[in-house]
């Protein structure tokens, strides 16, 4: 297990050294949540914790995360107590939830298995990342159910199954926004946020730059990454 530090510090995690590891995505997912302190969030397939205690510290919202991995969901849990976060962890299928988080929560957020292709040698990395064509639709049903009405509902996938998640979704109040991974280079991860029951149009966002051209990352995916700024998707300032 290697720990790993988030948002300057403020979030530690321990990670498998072999399996699947989270990292920018979750850093990202978790900063186009619009929550606040007494919100209550879901993350499905939470993996070892990260994008829940980064939203918890970010927001001071208490989330609850599910994962289907028995030996990732126990260190979730141990994260969560390492970081004396306001999130708990459950063992279960998403698609299967126990009757006690069959309710409605203000944001549900997720990272979805979705990549296709050949299966990983690591069983935990496979289910992580590959999901089985239709699946990723099933993810998507799965959330909505569970956001309350004018509550939302985000998700960071690949920019190429753009065009799936946008059919599954209803066809109002979503947000799309691109990470660009250098300027001028076409966007190899999106953010998609959907507002239950909202009647505004669809709309794309500017996005984010992440990297300069030596590399670093530009001062606005800094400002994410290390000091916890939102990403801002809600007020659609960016």
Known sequence: MNAERFLGGRVVARQSATGFRSGLDAVMLAAAVPAEGGDEALELGSGAGTASLCLAARTGCRVVGVEIDPALAALARENAQTNRASAEFTCADIFDLPQALKRDFTHVLCNPPFHEGEASPDPARDRAL??????????????????????????????????????????????????????GEAAKRVIVQARKGARAAPVLLPGLVLHQADGAYTPEADAVLRDGASLALDSRRL
């Open 130 to 183: 590959r999901d089985g064509g239709q699946r990723l639709c099933s993810w998507i049903a799965s959330g909505l159910k569970r956001t309350v009405s004018g509550g939302t509902f985000t998700l960071i996938l690949r920019a190429d199954r753009l065009a799936e998640v946008l059919a599954a979704l209803p066809g109002r109040g979503t947000v799309i926004f691109p990470l660009w991974p250098k300027q």
